[in-house]
């Protein structure tokens, strides 16, 4: 976050949008036609270059957009402590209504508290039905200004361009209400947006300068890492000498990619940014440690601070809205006057990066009920350690939780995950009905254990296996990389891109 500039001489700066909602409801058109219409006619060539943000003319002032939609990028820097957007725009399409990530996205704005401005997109198709749209938002306690409430609503079409304008409008007329000043002189303070290695250019980091000036040559703290700029590079792909508040640039020279939504600064000289670097980079493997050994449910209760002792955090995501709702009714009864049990977030759905990201800023545990992490989330809670637990019964977990509570250490009940297997195609036997050409993608898989059907990490179906083979021959297990052949127990519908998981659920002492 910035720091107070009383007293030193700001100036308005262009306010930093980031564009949220469900899935297909149009958040990558909506940049896209912002970027087409407003950058390309501003600017000779167009923009060549994804830098992950965008700064665009308007009559009455400039914003930047962060390229970046979606929930995870928006975690990941408030992870971080970083506050890299000062306005969220929830994408709502007109024609599909609210949806679980439209709420996801809500929450998350106001848990930032970052004002809103809603989008209701797709207005040009058939069907599209704006006021219901308003009704809903309304029920979820986001009442649109004409109603007497607080929230710009905007009709737009990221196709036809209707209501863009109006769209950039409520912007600026937003931002103005918020004041948003910085220096535009001095050394240069900001946030990351995104890094890589890239081949011949080293490691390029595109960074929202927030506060002064970025110059090259200037000597820059980013996270963990540091160096002299080289060169800075513009979103058209223009080098550029100079970049100021509100101005994403990407930078050429530092010694290594820092992360997403890490705190960028100008330093006087080499000798203190490595020194800060190198403090950074021993206090991350620390904290990586750290998590570790808290990722037992347990030790994560042990392990708060005695201001928070009392609470046991929980990000949940379940499989369907009937769970959901039993689930968060059992988790709320089992709070008392010492111990509170705090429901983060709670949603429908498979485990995403931006659960993960929740879990690690409120130091919550995860827990899947028949759902599973896809592949970025399961990669993010390992690099983090963070602990990620899964359940496909309502008491084991409520169970779990209230041993954590009460610091009772009995023997738990836990599953493991064996082997996992994607489906590649599916085939029909007289025998067996459906058999599903598999790939082990994890693990092993074993025959006589229980098995579940996945579908998008959803679980769809609990039985038995009939039958395992590899070519023509029954075989016990299934090693991870081999091919095999599946048939379910009484289960027909097995589909394409499918998941088979073999379990067990064993008994193991708590550790202390
Ligand atoms: P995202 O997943 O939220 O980024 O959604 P996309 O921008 O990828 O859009 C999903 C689909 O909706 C694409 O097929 C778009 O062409 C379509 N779409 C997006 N905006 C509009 C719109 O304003 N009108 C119509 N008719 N289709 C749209």
Same mark, same amino acid.
């Given at each position: 976050t910035l720091a107070d500039y009383s007293g030193i001489d700001s100036e308005n700066r262009a306010p930093v949008v980031t564009i949220m909602g469900?899935?297909?409801?149009?958040?990558?058109?909506?940049?896209d036609y912002i970027r087409k219409a407003k950058v390309a006619a501003g600017e000779a060539g167009g923009i060549t270059q994804h830098i992950g943000a965008y700064h665009v003319p308007h009559e009455k002032g400039m914003i930047t957009f962060l390229d970046t939609p979606g929930h995870a990028a928006f975690t990941a820097m408030r992870a971080r402590g970083a506050k890299a957007t000062d306005i969220v725009i929830i994408v709502v399409a007109a024609d599909d209504g609210v949806m679980p990530q439209t709420e996801e996205a809500i929450n998350h704005a106001k848990a930032a508290g970052v004002p809103l401005i809603i989008a209701i997109n797709k207005v040009d198709k058939e069907g599209a039905d704006p006021d219901r749209v308003k009704n809903e938002l309304a029920?979820?306690?986001?009442?649109?200004?004409?109603?007497?409430?607080?929230?710009?609503?905007?009709?737009?079409s990221a196709h036809s361009g209707e209501g863009i304008d109006d769209l950039?409008? #409520?912007?600026?007329?937003?931002? /103005?209400?918020?004041?948003? =000043?910085?220096?535009? *002189?001095?050394? #240069?303070?900001?946030?990351?947006? /995104?890094?890589?290695?890239? =081949?011949?250019?080293? *490691?390029v980091a595109s960074i929202l300068v927030q506060s002064g000036e970025l110059n090259v040559g200037d000597m820059l703290l980013a996270g963990a890492h540091y160096g002299r700029v080289r060169a800075l590079v513009d979103e058209t792909g223009q080098q550029v000498k100079k970049a100021g508040p509100s101005i994403p640039v990407e930078v050429l020279g530092l010694d290594g990619a820092p992360e997403a939504g890490e705190q960028v600064q100008v330093l006087p000289d080499e000798k203190k940014a490595r020194e800060v670097a190198e403090f950074r980079q021993e206090r991350d493997r620390d904290v990586k440690l750290k998590r570790q050994q808290a990722s037992k449910l347990e030790n994560l209760f042990e392990n708060m601070g005695s201001a928070e002792a009392s609470q046991v955090n929980i990000v949940l995501k379940t499989d369907v809205r009937g769970s959901l709702e039993a689930l968060i009714g059992a988790l709320n009864d089992l709070s008392t006057d010492e111990v509170k049990v705090s429901l983060v977030s709670a949603g429908v759905g498979a485990?995403?990066?931006?659960?993960?990201?929740l879990a690690m800023t409120s130091e919550a545990v995860l827990l899947g009920f028949n759902v599973r992490a896809d592949s970025k989330a399961k990669r993010l809670c390992e690099q983090e350690g963070i602990d990620l637990r899964y359940y496909s019964v309502i008491y084991e977990l409520i169970d779990d939780v209230k041993q954590a509570m009460s610091g009772l250490l009995a023997p738990e009940k836990r599953e493991e995950i064996l082997g996992t297997a994607e489906v590649r195609d599916v085939f029909r036997s007289s025998k067996f009905g459906a058999v599903a050409g598999c790939m082990v993608v994890e693990g092993t898989l074993y025959r006589n254990r229980p098995i579940r059907v996945l579908r998008d990490d959803v679980v769809v179906f609990e039985g038995e296996l009939e039958s395992l083979r590899r070519f023509k021959d029954d075989v016990q297990e299934v090693r991870n990389g081999m091919e095999c052949g599946i048939a379910v127990k009484s289960y027909n519908d097995v589909k394409e891109g499918d998941k088979i998981e073999v379990f067990e659920v064993k008994e193991v002492a708590r550790s202390l």
């Open positions: 469900h899935v297909d409801h149009g958040k990558t058109s909506l940049l029920t979820k306690d986001v009442i649109p200004e004409a109603w007497g409430g607080e929230y710009q609503f905007i009709n737009v950039l409008d #409520a912007i600026l007329l937003q931002s /103005e209400l918020l004041e948003l =000043k910085a220096p535009a *002189t001095g050394p #240069a303070s900001g946030v990351v947006i /995104e890094s890589r290695v890239e =081949k011949g250019r080293g *490691t485990i995403n990066e931006s659960d993960v990201n």
